[in-house]
């Protein structure tokens, strides 16, 4: 089955600097990316998603990439702002069907000092 | 749009007791419901996925026993986590997709429950 990576498992960026998370996966067949953030006592938020067609997807201060040679996908996040702490999960699935799994990454603390 | 609702947001139990979560997509239908377990500073670990009108799928280790899923209508999945144990405490969080769109998924607040 699918197997999703992230480093690094917590980060600290002074306000205004960029943050970058970096995920790998293990399925090939795995053609949607999404990226959610969760603040504590909280459900994730889809934050950005990029599907295998695209290589880059940009959302104001939020942009992801993907290498599907390499199995790769980052979210950079620019300008952050200490409201952007929080966890962040990358995720992996597959669009086939009405029962698509999302199998998610291990986490990203991300920590943003004012 | 696309919003999902879980309810309760927390509750507490004795050992040994049942208690069920209601997963419910408030302004869409969803095909498919999936429950999630999180274990502080862990990630999501997928435990059963929700099929309306038929039975869930239980990713393995998961006890279809213990975690019962109903999926009755295509707003609404339930869990209930039966005789539980301390062990059992975590943090529960459900998702659903639109039926026209199954690849987004879209997560509920969760729901916190501790066993004494």
């Known amino acids: 089955g699918e197997n999703v990576e992230q480093h690094p498992s917590t980060l600290s960026v002074q306000e205004g600097d960029s943050a970058v998370i970096k995920c790998t996966y293990s399925d090939s067949a795995s053609n949607y990316f999404p990226w959610y953030k969760q603040e504590l006592g909280k459900g994730p938020q889809l934050i950005i998603d990029?599907?295998?067609?695209?290589g880059e997807k940009k959302d104001q201060r939020i942009a992801v990439t993907l290498n599907k040679t390499a199995k790769h996908f980052s979210l950079h996040i620019t300008e952050t702002q200490p409201e952007d702490s929080a966890v962040y999960f990358c995720?992996?699935?597959?669009?086939?069907?009405?029962?698509?799994?999302?199998?998610f990454g291990p986490g990203t603390s991300l920590s943003v000092i004012p | 749009g696309a919003v999902v609702s879980q309810h309760p947001s927390w509750v507490i139990c004795k050992s040994g007791t049942s208690v069920k979560i209601e997963c419910r997509s408030l302004d869409f239908q969803a095909t498919t419901m999936f429950w999630y377990r999180q274990f502080p500073k862990q990630s999501l670990m997928l435990m059963a996925t929700?099929?309306?009108?038929?039975?869930?799928?239980?990713e393995q280790g998961v006890e279809k026993d213990k975690f019962l899923i109903n999926h009755a209508s295509l707003t609404l999945s339930t869990l209930t986590v039966t005789s539980a144990h301390p062990e059992d405490s975590s943090f529960y969080i459900c998702?659903?997709?639109?039926?026209?769109?199954?690849?987004?998924?879209?997560f509920g607040p969760g729901t916190r429950l501790t066993v004494t």
């Open positions: 990029i599907r295998s067609n695209v």
């Open positions: 929700s099929n309306e009108g038929s039975k869930a799928t239980y």
């Open positions: 995720a992996a699935s597959k669009i086939r069907t009405s029962y698509d799994k999302v199998i």
């Open positions: 998702s659903a997709g639109r039926r026209t769109d199954p690849s987004e998924q879209y």
